[in-house]
């Protein structure tokens, strides 16, 4: 069984993710050879590696997976970890490959309802947004994994489709491509609703 990924406050995730230079000295210590630094950079990642995996895997279980192989690949190969020029996209586009991967090996296997992982979405203030909250997250859930990974990236993950690009291997002009369907696919569901 795995274990639930931490929670911290999401204005210190996101000033810790802005914090470049902060990421590439905690990569340079681990690479140096600090132990303690794994552990660090766990509760300082893991919340938004889970999120990706999640999204392009729609399993919690497979999400789980993929978070605790990237960091079994972060203390293998933790030799390297000075030489790479970027931390965040790099923790990015390891947990996109591993998660595309293990898509791959459970192709057979049906995805978990997005309404299943409430816990991911913010909880709204009032009745009437939660509605609508409920009713964008089910929306969501009918996208295809693709379409879901990168309106996860841009509005949860606050990536520019140059950056989603870098993450997933693709052309900028791809990742902005699938936002853009993504966000087409999701006004005819909002259309055939109402």
């Not at 660090?40 to 392009?56: K, V």
């Not at 919690?60 to 030799?79: G, K, S, T």
């Not at 409920?134 to 140059?162: C, F, I, N, P």
């Not at 989603?164 to 259309?191: D, H, N, Q």
């Amino acid at each position: 069984m795995t274990e639930a990924v931490p929670r911290a406050p999401a204005a210190a995730r996101a000033d810790v993710w802005d914090d470049a230079s902060g990421w590439l000295e905690l990569f340079g210590e681990l690479a140096a050879g600090d132990p303690e630094k794994l552990g660090q950079l766990y509760d300082l990642a893991s919340r938004r590696l889970y999120g990706l995996a999640l999204w392009r895997t729609g399993s919690r279980e497979l999400a789980a997976d993929v978070v605790q192989e990237v960091f079994v690949r972060i203390a293998e190969r933790r030799e390297q970890l000075g030489e790479v020029r970027d931390p965040r996209w790099w923790l990015l586009s390891v947990t996109h490959r591993l998660a595309v991967d293990a898509v791959r090996r459970a192709l057979r296997r049906h995805a978990e309802p997005l309404d299943e992982h409430a816990d991911l979405a913010e909880g709204p203030e009032d009745d009437g947004r939660a509605v609508d909250a409920r009713r964008a997250w089910t929306l969501l859930g009918k996208l295809s994994a693709k379409q879901r990974e990168v309106v996860y990236l841009h509005d949860a993950a606050g990536m520019s489709h140059a950056e989603i690009g870098r993450c997933l291997g693709v052309p900028t002009f791809t990742a902005a491509s699938r936002y853009r369907l993504a966000l087409k696919a999701l006004r005819a569901l909002l259309g055939s609703t109402t």
